[in-house]
């Protein structure tokens, strides 16, 4: 498949349609156009919509089990395609060909697994006099609009439960990233009915538009809490329901006891995996003094090894920033800390030429205060922190407004699961940079979302509860 000259379609009620307009998708690598995506029109949008809400009912009514079976036949229609969507995947987005593979690799378990779910009916009161019955019903249509850092898994995080709880989708992908998740749209188009699941692509104006659409009862969002509060604003004017997935500041917390050699190249790929641009990336690494100097040694001596370039070249392990503006964002925030005076442990290299391509750059225990430890630079960008008791590392991982994940590194489990249970995030890793779950709750604490998504509670969230009250006498 060659990406520059065939066309790229959007799905909308059962049909593949071009737009009348295109927005450009730039290869962030080279800095050059790689394809033309469709720029959904107002009158699409509102086909699309529609469509929705027409095929919302029979949809609804086919029942879990007749849902699950046309779901299932999602996963082994991407998995055949996966080499060739992979390499779509890093000239759009940047990261590594084999990070792609293992992007889709996670796309297809998840998949799977939150096929699997099931809803559950609860008997509150079951007596001579009354029976009383909550189930689980669908909310109706769904907009999910999905980031550019993780453009296919995160797009499926929400389309099937989405689907599986009896409801119809409207899925947006990034303006920047939306090239693999409308080839994925064709692969789809015969299988569900028409209207159950579109995926329409747009530039900037699009997702405004559907998420304050009368037409759509709940919004499915990840992204930035500046953003986030924009759509609940938005969503506030029919009191749609949302789930938004939002910005983070992790910490990490290296008890003293720590296995050092394990713990460092683990901690480097939670922090730069992506280039930063992960969510739940470890964003401070807060390091008992008494290990700091080991800690950083051997930290800095990984990062020499790992080399930074063109995602298609197999050497390269860290590619580029997704996009110019959040180049822009990453490189003057690093000519802040280091104006500001503010000691660089580690620069290092990127190739010469184009490409949004930005140093790993570690900072040497920056002040609190500072904007390197406050902010979430979502790029290559660390600061290590010293502290002097675990009580400090504490207090100081949970002072932020961001609460959506963090990890604690130590060969006492016991004393792990304490400091895990301490920590005001929705996950806390221990041991291990970031494991996720069809089957767990994810999900932020404070500025970091509202909502759930994944698991039972993800699966939930895309219903209404129904409490049935019977009187039998």
């Keep these: ?3 520059n000259t065939q066309a790229y379609r959007m799905l909308i009620d059962g049909r593949l349609v071009s737009g009348n307009s295109t927005i450009p998708v730039v290869n962030p690598a080279k800095e050059v156009e790689l394809a033309h995506a469709p720029d959904c029109s107002d009158e699409q949008l509102e086909e699309t919509i529609s469509a929705a809400r027409k095929a919302y009912p029979s949809w609804r009514d086919l029942g879990i089990e007749g849902r699950r079976a046309l779901i299932q036949q ?11 969507l992979s390499r779509l995947m890093t000239q759009e987005q940047g990261k590594p060909l084999a990070a792609a593979v293992r992007e889709f690799d996670s796309t297809l378990r998840f998949m799977r697994g939150l096929a699997s779910l099931d809803l559950p009916e609860v008997v509150n009161e079951d007596t001579d006099v009354r029976l009383s019955v909550t189930r689980r019903v669908p909310i109706g249509v769904v907009a999910a609009l999905s980031p550019w850092n993780y453009p296919v898994l995160l797009s499926w995080w929400k389309v099937v439960p989405a689907l599986l709880a009896g409801n119809t989708v409207v899925l947006k992908p990034s303006p920047l990233t939306p090239l693999t998740v409308l080839r994925i749209a064709e692969l789809m188009v015969d299988l569900l009915p028409a209207g159950v ?7 900037d104006h699009l997702g405004p538009k559907l998420t304050v659409h009368p037409g759509i009862d709940k919004i499915s969002f990840t992204g930035s809490t500046p953003t986030g509060r924009r759509i609940m ?23 003293p006891d720590a ?15 992506n280039s930063g641009q992960v969510c739940v990336a470890s964003k401070r690494i807060y390091v008992h003094r008494d290990k700091y100097d080991e800690f950083a040694k051997k930290f800095v001596e990984y990062a020499k090894t790992v080399k930074v370039g063109d995602g ?17 964002s990453v490189k003057a925030l690093i000519a802040r800390a280091k104006a500001q005076g503010h000691k660089v442990l580690f620069e290092g290299q990127i190739p010469e030429g184009p490409g949004y391509f930005l140093p790993v750059t570690i900072f040497d225990n920056p002040p609190e205060e500072s904007e390197l430890v406050s902010e979430e630079p979502f790029g290559p960008v660390l600061p290590l922190l010293k502290v002097d008791s675990i009580d400090e590392a504490i207090a100081r991982a949970n002072a932020s407004p961001y609460g959506l994940a963090g990890s604690v590194w130590s060969k ?14 929705g996950t806390v890793f221990v041991n291990e940079p970031f494991y996720l779950s069809p089957f767990a709750a994810f999900g932020g604490h404070k500025q970091s979302g509202v909502g759930i998504e994944n698991g039972l509670d993800g699966l939930l969230s895309f219903t209404n509860p129904l409490t049935i009250m019977l009187r039998r006498s």
């Design 197 to 203: 699941l579109n995926v329409i692509s747009g530039g």
């Design 1 to 3: 498949m060659n990406s």
């Design 259 to 273: 296995d050092i050699e394990t713990a460092v190249p683990q901690i480097f790929w939670a922090a730069f995996g």
């Design 233 to 255: 604003q938005s969503a506030s004017s029919t009191l749609k329901r949302v789930t938004l997935e939002l910005g983070g500041n992790d910490a990490a917390i290296v008890l």
């Design 312 to 328: 298609l070249i197999p050497e390269n392990l860290l590619g580029p920033l997704q996009n110019r503006r959040q180049y822009e």
């Design 74 to 84: 999602m996963a082994p229609r991407i998995e055949a395609q996966v080499p060739e």
């Design 412 to 425: 006492d489990l016991t004393a792990a699961m304490k400091v895990a249970g301490q920590l005001e995030t």
